[in-house]
């Protein structure tokens, strides 16, 4: 059973930069498509990056498009999601996602993912 448990969240004023990592494990690490995903109190899950099994291809929400990198480390069975500029808007829990079968249609949508982890805090001070 895949399971996936991130970290790095944290407090941070806006204009900081946080590092989150998502450990994945119980399957074949390259065989996953890897998203993060946010959800903030009162507003509906949404999509912020994507990383093909692969690592040669990228998506980003359009809000976070050149402030947000999304990478992948074969060796560590990891995905991180480097955060920059941050703004009081990106405050939410975010969550990672793995899925084995996603085409690339597919990747920003939430339901196309069969594993997810617990979420981790970003809270983003004005």
């Known amino acids: 059973q895949v399971q996936l448990v991130e970290s790095g969240g944290g407090l941070v004023q806006t204009g900081g930069s946080l590092r989150l990592s998502c450990a994945h494990s119980?399957?074949?690490?390259?065989?996953?498509?890897m998203g993060w995903f946010r959800q903030a109190p009162g507003k509906d899950r949404e999509f912020v990056a994507a990383i093909r099994r692969n690592g040669d291809s990228t998506h980003y929400a359009d809000s976070v498009k050149g402030r947000f990198t999304i990478s992948r480390d074969k060796a560590e069975n990891t995905v991180y999601l480097q955060m920059i500029s941050l703004k009081p808007e990106d405050t939410a829990v975010y969550y990672c996602?793995?899925?084995?079968?996603?085409?690339?249609?597919?990747?920003?949508?939430?339901?196309?993912?069969?594993?997810w982890g617990q979420g981790t805090q970003v809270t983003v001070s004005s």
């Open positions: 996602a793995a899925d084995p079968s996603i085409i690339l249609s597919q990747v920003r949508f939430g339901s196309s993912y069969a594993y």
């Open positions: 119980g399957g074949t690490f390259q065989r996953y498509t």
